[in-house]
Every structure is written in structure tokens, then in C-alpha cells.
């Protein structure tokens, strides 16, 4: 069935890009998550975790984790909120600022990889059928609510 075979590819993609991903983030001392954990706060610094865990669509344990690890190793650090001192925010350091360079480059060398041959009718085609995916998971994730 047509249906079976598309799903074994999307897991085959994911599998292989999850893999390559790890092998490159390894390479500037990250794993999967903390790049876009990063990057996030590159866009705005100051988030709390709450905000992190809901656009980054990740559980709150799961930020924490990353967050202790990137805190740990001098990448970001945590301060008081001034105006609610109960709140804490999130903030890149210099050291977390110079990752978001290599960061992008890992991202784009992984794109150009995974998209290289399709011409720019098959991308936009493409596009459009992973928007639809999307969107059926997100309505099917809204109805389990």
C-alpha cells in the first residue's frame, strides 16, 4: 500500500536526519534540541522557560534538562525577572552567542543536503504536501484535547 510506503520513508528520512544532525551538533559540543533552544532565544533573549518549552513545542522537563547542560557549560544563564523576582528568564551568554553561527551553517549544510536535486516547482509542491501533513496532525492533536 501506497500509504505504508510513504510512511516508511518519512520515518526513514527522520531517522537518517536525526542522525546526521546529531553527528554535526556533536561537532560544536550540542545535542538535538539545544540548537534550537539557542537559536530561540538568539530571536529573543529573556524568554522563560514556560515560553521556551511552549514555542519550542517541548515538554518542561525536557528544557530544563537542556537548559541546566547549556547553563552548565557557560552557554546561557538564568536571572530574576526585575519586575517578578519569582519569575526566572533565560539568556544567551557571549559563549551561547558565538554557537549560533555554527549553528545555522550545521542547519543549512543539512538542508542543502536533503533538498539537493529537486527543481524549484517540486520544492513548492513539496511544500505544500508537508503543510497539509502538518495541518492533519495538528487537528488530530487538538481532538485528542
Known amino acids: 500500500m501506497i500509504e505504508h510506503q510513504i510512511r516508511q520513508l518519512l520515518d526513514e528520512i527522520s531517522v537518517h536526519k536525526r542522525k546526521q ?12 534540541g539545544q540548537d534550537q533552544l539557542l537559536c530561540q532565544l538568539s530571536k529573543e533573549d529573556g524568554m522563560t522557560q514556560i515560553q521556551l518549552s511552549e514555542c519550542l ?7 530544563a534538562n537542556a537548559l541546566k547542560s547549556l ?7 538564568r536571572k530574576r525577572d526585575e ?11 557571549d559563549e551561547g ?14 538542508q542543502e543536503k536533503l ?15 508537508l503543510e497539509k501533513m502538518v495541518c492533519n496532525l495538528s487537528t488530530a492533536s487538538m481532538t485528542k484535547q
Open 83 to 93: 519586575v517578578d523576582g519569582r519569575t526566572k528568564r533565560v539568556y544567551l551568554t
Open 21 to 32: 544532525y546529531f553527528e554535526q551538533l556533536r561537532k560544536i559540543g550540542l545535542h538535538i
Open 71 to 77: 547553563e552548565n557549560r557557560g552557554f546561557v544563564e
Open 115 to 129: 533538498l539537493k536535486g529537486f527543481e524549484a516547482s517540486e520544492l513548492q509542491q513539496l511544500k505544500t504536501l
Open 97 to 110: 552567542k558565538k554557537l549560533i553561527s555554527p549553528v545555522r551553517q550545521v542547519w543549512l549544510a543539512e
Open 57 to 63: 513545542q517541548c515538554e518542561p522537563p525536557t528544557v
